[in-house]
T-cell receptor
């Protein structure tokens, strides 16, 4: 069965530290990849997505992610985090199941930025 | 602002009670879905709809019913609430069916349900 693994359930960083959140998936076909973010008390919103083309994609608020097909990974990065980046981050993968696609979610990573 | 509206935001039920979580979108999205979010488990799809009159089961449909009589509305019904249904529920929609693979979901603010 397809699955999405986010390795860290909780990450605590200080402001200005660099961030990398891991996301690995198990699926061998064509995939579309997403990172969604949920700020405290808010709804989930799209951070960035990869469909095709340049495997390094840039999203909102200085976030970027790199799709490495050979490693089945789509890690999220930010060079210098801010207190306002405190949120829960979800990786999601949309892969074909026959004629349909199925969106599979990771368990989420709670990121806390210390001011 | 356009978007996905969920009501209520909070609800406490007793075991065996029934209730309906409401979801409405004003973006003319064809695809609508309901997820539940539980700690450490990410989002799990309960039911989804690819258009008015069409619904289908997701990963965890037991104990829930849905209907899609209009494009705008997609209510989720809990038939006989159980403590295992304590969760945060999210409604999400997109412009086309997720089966196209490349669609971004717009989420509602969530409904926190506690079943005692």
């Amino acid at each position: 069965a397809q699955s999405v693994s986010q390795h860290n359930h909780h990450v605590i960083l200080s402001e200005a530290a660099s961030l990398e959140l891991g996301c690995n998936y198990s699926y061998g076909g064509t995939v579309n990849l997403f990172w969604y973010v949920q700020y405290p008390g808010q709804h989930l919103q799209l951070l960035l997505k990869y469909f095709s083309g340049d495997p390094l994609v840039k999203g909102i608020k200085g976030f970027e992610a790199e799709f490495i097909k050979s490693k089945f990974s789509f890690n999220l990065r930010k060079p210098s985090v801010q207190w306002s980046d405190t949120a829960e981050y979800f990786c999601a993968v949309n892969g074909a199941q026959g004629s349909n696609y199925q969106l599979i979610w990771g368990a989420g990573t709670k990121l806390i930025i210390k001011p | 602002n356009a978007g996905v509206t969920q009501t209520p935001k909070f609800q406490v039920l007793k075991t065996g009670q029934s209730m309906t979580l409401q979801c409405a979108q004003d973006m003319n999205h064809e695809y609508m879905s309901w997820y539940r979010q539980d700690p450490g488990m990410g989002l799990r799809l309960i039911h989804y709809s690819v258009g008015a009159g069409i619904t289908d089961q997701g990963e965890v449909p037991n104990g829930y019913n849905v209907s899609r009589s209009t494009t705008e509305d997609f209510p989720l019904r809990l038939l006989s609430a159980a403590p295992s249904q304590t969760s945060v529920y999210f409604c999400a929609s997109s412009i086309r069916t997720v089966s196209s693979g490349a669609n971004v979901l717009t989420f509602g603010a969530g409904s926190r349900l506690t079943v005692l």
